[in-house]
């Protein structure tokens, strides 16, 4: 019961993977709308196919990660994962050969 009191609390990071097909008109307006109702959801493209998204709490995750259910095109993968601020702080980013910073966690304001 503790720990799931102090999940709810623990700044997460959702990463949106996907492999969605493109071959028809339908198929890739499908795609397409996908990725903008990430957007409009707070999520920003790390990669093509891969969409990130800072969540204040393991509560606020779950919300977002209901609010993709429901996004899900008829075709094709997709798959969440849920890692905590600090896992999130270990990531290496290469651009080439440079090593890149990542981008600072956003300051979020919640009202109650």
Same mark, same amino acid.
């Given at each position: ?8 609390y623990r ?20 795609? *397409? ?6 957007l ?13 998204? *800072?969540?204040?709490?393991g509560?606020?995750?779950?919300? *977002? ?31 080439g ?16």
């Open positions: 019961m503790e720990l799931e009191r102090l999940n709810a700044v997460m990071w959702l990463f949106v993977f996907f492999d969605l097909p493109t071959e028809t008109q339908k198929e890739r307006k499908a795609a *397409h709308r996908f990725r903008k109702d990430l409009k959801d707070g999520f920003r493209m790390m990669q093509f196919s891969v969409y990130i998204r *800072h969540s204040a709490s509560e606020n995750a779950d919300v *977002h990660t209901k609010r993709v259910q429901k996004l899900l095109p008829e075709k094709g993968q997709v798959s969440i994962v849920r890692i905590t601020d600090k896992q999130y702080s270990d990531i290496i980013n290469f651009w050969k440079k090593i890149a910073e990542l981008s600072a966690s956003p300051q979020q304001l919640e009202l109650f």
